[in-house]
């Protein structure tokens, strides 16, 4: 079977040479990417408020079930800015947050490439967590075909989980794979494959639009404000205060 580059791999033919542009020609060409970005996720509206509609019927079967981000390098690290998130923000349970991340913790901070090949890793992963049918699976991977991603949701399927995958290739393993997709188009990069931009962008959008409006069906914003924060320092404890008396609790 030939294999065919993903969109996000690939050169774009619309723009000149990032690098053969003028200061302020190349920051226009990263801007208008980003407007892109933005498009792809609007334009997956129908998909991302059905995979809101079924994440909310699956936490609502138990009082146990976990959101649990997947993915590696870039990918991996929006998720695990997503998830940490949700406790501070909207009082969303440590217990009910998890990740599993090609390479580990230590992929986070310095790039570990190889581990997205890494497919004994991923099953581990899924059995260490003892990922279970109360349980959702956010598999993110801008190719959609990342081996280590790929492995867990296809495991994770097998537990019984609700898996999710979100990538930015139409034609990828990871939607055959998942129960549910959102495919973010966002096409070739300024820099030929480098998807820590507009993909990683269009990524990180749809996830705060996910866990935002999962949140709020949750009851966990109330008049716009964030009726369930957690003052962790003295900033939060002033801005907990305001919202206290805004709300009259």
Not at 39 to 46: L, M, N, Y
Not at 112 to 126: H, P
Not at 139 to 156: I, M, R, Y
Not at 207 to 216: D, E, Q, Y
Request: charged content about 25%; overall charge positive.
């Amino acid at each position: 079977m030939k294999y065919t580059l993903p969109p996000t791999e690939m050169k774009s033919n619309n723009h000149q040479d990032i690098d053969k542009l003028d200061d302020s020609s190349s920051f226009d060409l990263l801007v208008n990417s980003n407007h892109e970005a933005i498009k792809s996720v609007s334009d997956a509206k129908e998909y991302i408020h059905n995979v809101i509609d079924q994440i909310l019927l699956r936490l609502n079967k138990s009082s146990c079930g976990r959101i649990i981000y997947c993915g590696a390098g870039t990918s991996a690290r929006i998720g695990v800015q997503d998830g940490s998130e949700l406790y501070p923000t909207f009082g969303w349970p440590h217990s009910r947050i998890d990740y599993m991340i090609a390479g580990g913790n230590a992929a986070l901070l310095r790039p570990l490439e190889n581990a997205e090949d890494d497919k004994n890793d991923a099953i581990a992963k899924v059995i260490d967590l003892k990922v279970n049918e109360n349980d959702i699976i956010i598999g993110l991977a801008a190719s959609g075909n990342t081996p280590f991603t790929c492995q867990v949701l296809k495991e994770s399927r097998k537990k019984g989980a609700l898996t999710i995958g979100i990538s930015n290739n139409k034609n990828s393993l990871l939607n055959e794979i998942s129960e549910f997709n959102i495919i973010l188009d966002t096409g070739p990069e300024p820099v030929v494959g480098s998807t820590r931009l507009k993909a990683g962008t269009a990524q990180k959008i749809c996830l705060n639009i996910i866990s935002t409006i999962l949140m709020i069906k949750l009851g966990r914003v109330k008049n716009g404000m964030m009726n369930y924060l957690v003052p962790t320092n003295k900033k939060l404890k002033k801005r907990q205060k305001l919202i206290k008396k805004s709300l009259n609790l």
